[in-house]
Structure formats: C-alpha cells, structure tokens
C-alpha cells in the first residue's frame, strides 16, 4: 500500500513569509508525529496527534508554529513569519496508535528561508 | 545533557568490515529500543527493535541492550556500501506515553 507522502518536497520561501507543509499519513493509522530534522541534531519532536485526542504540542519551538489534524487523516504544519534558523527537513511519520508501534516516515520537506 | 546520546561520526569503513554503532541515554524508564536506518533525501525506515535487554539477530544486523550501563549497540556484519546510511538509534518509555527520543545519528560509510 501507499507509505506516508509529503508535499512540497522543497520548499524556499524568503524570511518572514508563511509556508505550510502538508502530510498524508498511512491510511488506518491514528497516530501522527512531526519532527524537524537539522544537520547533526537528529530527530526533534515537534507534535503528535492521536485520534481525537488533543495534541501534544510540547515540542513546537515557538508560537510561530502550529499544526492540525483534519478528519483524522491529511495534516498540515504552519510555520508563520519563518525564519533563517527554522531550514531543515521537516519529516511526518505515522504509526497504528499510542504504544510502542513502528513509525513509518515519509521522505520529508526540505524548508529554506533566504 | 541530551537523553540519547549518539556520535554522528561519519565513520569509514571497508567493505565486508564490522561495524559497531552506539548509544547512551540517561533515563532508566525506556524499555523499547530500535535502530532506524535512512538514506540520504529519504525518510528513516525500522531496522531493529528490541525491547528491555539482551540481543536481537537479523541477518548480518544484531542488536544489543545493556540497560545495567544504559548502552545499546547496533553490529553489522560484512558491511556493504549498500549499508551507507546514517543510523538513528531511539527509544520509548510506556511512562512516557510511549513518546520516542532519537539519537543524532551516525553516517556511515562503507568502501567498495
């Protein structure tokens, strides 16, 4: 079946314009992560949904950042008035549910602010 | 102090080596260990998952928990250029909802 896909692939956008990157996770799977990748910093935890639970957003850097879940499926993470330190990869996994299930990555959104 | 800790390397080896990957962290909670394998411009993919201590084989992969020294390890035997890659190593806690803590990464490189 269909892995998780995200749109844009790359993304340049200038300093201080807004950008929103898009998720589709696997079909079925309740759980959503976002994470921020920079070079030599590994994976950094951003937001998690899970079903209609609130979010977990204890790792959104800023109020600049938000995120939202529709119908339990697409997600779409909004970065406002971006900055320079905010380029990186911004990767979505998806996984069955709360516990200790596999993640399973799409290929992730390279985000450049000039 | 970071919870996982892991060297980004990049480590060079030949091919057909054995490679020895590791982590440390710092809470005693995690009990789910796994080893995630990506390449570059791709998302990372499960290579190994253990959970709590001991050793998991697959293939010329093993992976070791030592939760007494709070060190986990990733071997691969007979390495390939095909396993050059960057390694993330990571882990959960059921007292931490499950919530996974990753590693930097280790790129690696194997010669032909």
């Known amino acids: 079946g269909a892995g998780v896909s995200q749109s844009p692939s790359n993304k340049v956008t200038e300093k201080g314009k807004d950008v929103e990157l898009r998720c589709d996770p696997i079909s079925g799977h309740t759980a959503l992560y976002w994470y921020r990748q920079s070079l030599g910093q590994g994976l950094e935890f951003l937001i998690y949904?899970?079903?209609?639970?609130?979010?977990?957003k204890s790792g959104l850097p800023s109020d600049r950042f938000s995120a939202e879940r529709t119908g339990g499926s697409v997600s779409t993470l909004t970065i406002q008035r971006t900055q320079q330190e905010d380029s990186a990869v911004y990767l979505c996994?998806?996984?069955?549910?709360?516990?200790?299930?596999?993640?399973?990555f799409g290929p992730g959104t390279r985000l450049t602010v000039t | 102090q970071k919870e996982v800790e892991q060297d980004p390397g990049p480590l060079s080896v030949p091919e057909g080596a054995i490679v020895s990957l590791n982590c440390t962290y710092s809470n005693s909670a995690f009990q789910y260990f796994m080893w995630y394998r990506q390449y570059s411009r791709k998302g990372p993919e499960l290579l190994m998952y253990t959970y709590s201590s001991g050793n998991k084989e697959d293939g010329r992969f093993t992976a070791q928990v030592d939760k007494s020294s709070k060190y986990i390890s990733l071997f691969i035997r007979d390495s390939q250029p095909s396993d050059s890659a960057t390694y993330l190593c990571?882990?959960?806690?059921?007292?931490?909802?499950?919530?996974?803590?990753f590693g930097a990464g280790t790129r690696l490189f194997v010669k032909a």
């Open positions: 996994a998806s996984s069955l549910g709360t516990g200790p299930y596999e993640q399973y």
């Open positions: 990571a882990m959960s806690a059921e007292t931490g909802g499950f919530k996974t803590i």
């Open positions: 949904f899970q079903g209609n639970s609130a979010p977990d």
